[in-house]
């Protein structure tokens, strides 16, 4: 879950750190008191793309850090991510995720995750299984038709993953089985030039015989025998300063008999004469080396020559079939299986085709057995949204799930699916893309939310004006939902309704101050007292009688017992969890 958020120069804040709870957490203030700037910073540090423009004013950068406990092993909910992390090599040992974002004004973007620098898509690819951010407007989701299926397949995951994966291992052997069958089987003629090409380059290859490492092993020989003279010449006269009458290892058994005059007196000469007398046999054994390889060292041009043109003709090999000699080995392998395929050709292809028709009716019965499991489990979401739907103040309203079969082979299966949707009794359901207004398409994406709570693996959802064009019973009802979700899932909401903020199960609120001729955004948590303050506030009620106050304690107690019993008074929604 998202558990701290430091924000840093932008807009009207200037820092802002916002410990945020469990269960459902509610953002409320005035009118450009700065809750979407806060909602601004959670997309940035999300990994949305950057704007210059949010930067505060003679600031030359902002910053954003979001901190998330993650656990220190993996569930079935946290698999994909420990997975992420796992090849992007981040340590999360600890149990936390920490994600800084920074922006310049520049132009300069820079995401660090716990400490090491990534990308702005490997961000994207983590976040994705941190946060759902729901808003009217880009974020979204339900707008995107081709991200109906993904919410449908999550609902269903337990019975629908097996069978797609089944679909996804097919759909792989049909593309390998499809790409041999279109390699290699051309004409007769074009087959004969061909082959008389591999066969030219496997020749040339096998005929130099490469290995693997030689070419080291040369250009080291090559190194020695280019400074013969200068290695003749120092080993020689190192052999002569060392071994020659009066040189000095001579000198050396002088020292060392001279010590020995002496080494019985005293235990500091015994010790000295003892390290003479070592060095003395360690040097004399060196001599002894010295003088071997002196003798054993030949140099020989015509050897020189003979290395040089092995080194030329790998340099050649290497030109023309790869970087390395590695690379040149490779290289003869994958001549050698296009030989063997041309030369084969007729019987490779009878045995591919038989292969390819195989996959393609084992596709067919798992693609079919896939979309049945789709189907089955579309009916249930859409007993559930429809249910949630007429709880949210939309009677008439009916979600369906259009389901359209594709005949290619594909990766996620045969279907294609599209949530339908209309409003009113009497009306035609339609694509809710284009049906639904803003204030409908958030509950819809609530209801559904509802109803996939316990299946879906983002463990924090944010809603950014769920509560668009809705008020009174609705509004309570919309609160009853998003507490609902707020039992399996971490939920943070800005809202302008009484009603919503009123199921808080934290109530953190963002207000205006001026110092200094400057204007800042806060934030700070109310205690019990100052909920029911804000929720007057909100109501918009100026009397000094204490109506408005009196409500909004009843609202709070209604939506606390309502948290306690909502299982006992909804339990549709506990059928659909289960």
Do not use: W
């Not at 003479?276 to 060196?286: K, R, T």
């Amino acid at each position: 879950m998202l558990r701290r958020l430091i924000i840093n120069d932008i807009a009207l804040i200037n820092k802002l750190d916002i410990e945020l709870a469990r269960g459902f957490n509610v953002l409320t203030g005035e009118t450009g008191a700065g809750k979407s700037i806060i909602i601004d910073s959670v997309n940035l540090v999300l990994g949305e793309r950057a704007n210059k423009e949010i930067i505060a004013s003679g600031k030359q950068k902002a910053r954003v850090e979001a901190f998330f406990d993650i656990g220190t092993e993996p569930t079935e909910d946290t698999a994909r991510l420990f997975e992420l992390l796992d090849e992007m090599g981040i340590d999360c040992s600890e149990g936390e995720l920490v994600i800084v974002r920074e922006i310049t004004t520049a132009g300069k973007s820079l995401v660090r995750l716990n400490g090491e620098i990534i990308t702005l898509n490997a961000l994207k690819s983590i976040t994705e299984t941190l946060v759902d951010v729901h808003g009217q407007h880009e974020h979204q989701s339900l707008l995107d038709s081709k991200k109906h299926i993904k919410i449908l397949d999550a609902f269903a995951a337990e019975t629908v993953e097996p069978l797609k994966q089944k679909v996804a291992h097919l759909s792989e052997e049909y593309r390998d089985i499809t790409k041999k069958l279109n390699a290699g089987f051309v004409s007769a003629e074009e087959r004969e030039r061909r082959l008389d090409i591999i066969a030219y380059q496997m020749r040339e290859i096998d005929a130099a015989e490469p290995k693997a490492g030689e070419e080291e092993a040369i250009e080291e020989e090559v190194k020695l025998l280019s400074n013969a003279e200068k290695i003749n010449s120092a080993l020689e006269n190192a052999s002569v300063k060392l071994s020659a009458d009066g040189g000095a290892l001579d000198k050396l058994r002088a020292c060392v008999d001279a010590l020995g005059d002496i080494s019985e007196l005293s235990e500091q000469y015994s010790e000295l004469y003892e390290r003479m007398n070592n060095a003395f046999y360690e040097i004399e054994d060196a001599s002894y080396q010295l003088r071997e390889q002196r003798f054993a060292f030949e140099y020989s041009p015509d050897r020189l020559n003979e290395l040089e043109t092995r080194l030329d003709l790998i340099a050649s090999l290497k030109r023309k079939y790869g970087g390395s000699v590695e690379k040149v080995l490779e290289f003869r392998a994958e001549l050698q299986s296009e030989f063997d395929a041309l030369t084969g050709a007729d019987e490779l292809r009878t045995a591919l085709e038989k292969q390819k028709a195989h996959i393609i009716a084992e596709y067919a019965l798992e693609a079919n057995a896939l979309t049945e499991a789709r189907k089955s489990a579309a009916k249930r979401l859409e007993a559930g949204v429809d249910g949630e739907l007429k709880q949210l103040g939309m009677p008439n309203a009916v979600f369906k799930t259009a389901f359209n079969t594709v005949s290619e082979i594909r990766h996620g299966g045969a279907d294609e699916v599209e949530f339908m949707f209309t409003a009113n009794a009497g009306e035609d359901i339609k694509p809710l893309s284009k049906v639904a207004s803003g204030g409908e398409t958030a509950r819809v994406m609530l209801a559904i939310k509802t109803v996939c709570a316990a299946y879906d693996s983002i463990p924090t959802l944010i809603f950014d004006e769920v509560d668009a064009g809705i008020s009174g019973t609705t509004a309570t009802k919309v609160g009853e939902r998003l507490s609902i979700v707020s039992r399996s899932k971490q939920v943070l909401s800005v809202t302008h309704l009484p009603q919503i903020a009123a199921f808080a199960d934290e109530h953190l609120f963002v207000e205006k101050n001026v110092s200094d001729g400057r204007t800042t955004t806060a934030l700070r948590t109310l205690d019990p007292n100052e909920r029911g303050a804000e929720l007057a506030r909100i109501m918009g009620d100026a009397d000094s009688d204490g109506t408005a106050a009196k409500y909004a304690s009843e609202m709070i107690s209604r939506a606390n017992a309502f948290k306690k019993n909502c299982n006992r008074r909804y339990p549709f929604i506990s059928s659909f969890i289960q």
